[in-house]
């Protein structure tokens, strides 16, 4: 039986967007060391700049996205070169998308992908602006100097999101709840790297 772990990116307010499940290889310097090096040459934006495509991920939705994409393509290479099989596509199998809540699945360890704290409260902030914005339109009092005070600070918070870049952390743990490591991703892996990844190798 593999080492079978849960991915879970998880949304400004710390709630799971989904569930990554992985059933083989999901020691730390395992899968989740490939999903933090993919990481690691990427920065969290909220808005993509010219030329930027390749180098950041936007927002955590973004983010969840592109880790499932990159694991099922990364699989399907494993796979290839281990049954000599030919297809098109995907390979089926190892790498599975579960809701946002799942857990006991036999899994030894729980993976949390997080934003940059500083990230989160930014947009926060922004989300909450817009909300009272939008309800002073509704009630007419768009043009009034309440309104454009909102509309001021939102333009301060599309400069410092244009302006910024911010980190990716993850958290790796246990299934009781033990913490091994809370860090950016570049910190988790310059910690596991000691040993070549050997990516779902059970497969």
Not at 66 to 93: F, P, S, W
Not at 142 to 158: D, F, K, M, S, V
Not at 162 to 173: E, G, L, Q, V
Request: net charge negative.
């Amino acid at each position: 039986m593999g080492t079978r772990a849960l991915i879970k990116p998880l949304d400004i307010y710390g709630k799971p967007i989904c569930t990554i499940y992985t059933q083989f290889d999901g020691y730390p310097d395992g899968v989740p060391l490939d999903v933090a090096k993919y990481l690691a040459k990427r920065k969290l934006v909220n808005g993509i700049g010219m030329g930027e495509h390749f180098k950041v991920v936007n927002g955590m939705d973004d983010l969840t996205a592109q880790i499932i994409a990159y694991l099922k393509i990364k699989y399907t290479e494993v796979m290839k070169r281990y049954t000599k099989e030919k297809g098109d596509g995907l390979a089926a199998g190892t790498i599975y998308v579960m809701p946002p809540e799942a857990k006991d699945v036999d899994e030894e360890y729980i993976y949390y992908i997080y934003p940059d704290p500083e990230y989160a409260e930014l947009m926060k902030k922004q989300h909450e602006l817009y909300d009272k914005l939008w309800k002073l339109i509704d009630e007419g009092k768009g043009e009034t100097e309440e309104a454009e005070a909102i509309r001021q600070l939102l333009r301060e918070i599309e400069k410092e999101f244009f302006d910024r870049k911010w980190d990716i952390y993850i958290k790796a743990t246990r299934p009781d709840g033990k913490v091994l490591f809370d860090g950016t991703v570049q910190e988790y892996v310059k910690k596991y790297s000691q040993n070549e990844p050997k990516m779902m190798e059970g497969t």
